[in-house]
């Protein structure tokens, strides 16, 4: 089993950097063949990829945020990290972290957490 949560805060102002981090509690984001992953989902909308860093540590990203998004690790925590540069209110949504094993699913979710981009 894989337990994963996200953290961060819950309102972020324009222009500044979101930043959530999630955690591995159960075992080591550093495990074999595990992806980690960044999603969100805006208010009435579907789920979006945003990123992703292998167990190994090498990040990846959706190639229309990939310029304000960066991903990275803390394997002596068992966390990954968003950062998300220059908000605006449309980044406003549900942010999840997610692990899968092939880097195709999402097999393992954390809770999710709201972020609200607003001055």
């Known amino acids: 089993q894989v337990q994963l949560q996200a953290s961060g805060p819950g309102l972020v102002k324009p222009s500044q950097t979101l930043s959530l981090t999630c955690t591995r509690s159960?075992?080591?984001?550093?495990?074999?063949?595990?992806?980690w992953h960044w999603v969100r989902q805006p208010p009435g909308k579907g789920l979006e990829w945003l990123g992703l860093?292998?167990?190994?540590?090498?990040?990846y990203y959706s190639s229309s945020l990939r310029s304000r998004t960066s991903i990275s690790r803390d394997t002596s925590k068992n966390q990954f990290t968003l950062q998300l540069r220059s908000v605006s209110p449309e980044d406003t949504a549900v942010y999840y972290c997610a692990g899968g094993t092939s880097g195709l699913a999402y097999d393992y979710w954390g809770q999710g957490t709201q972020v609200t981009v607003s001055s």
């Open positions: 860093i292998t167990s190994s540590g090498t990040p």
């Open positions: 159960d075992g080591s984001i550093t495990s074999k063949n595990y992806y």
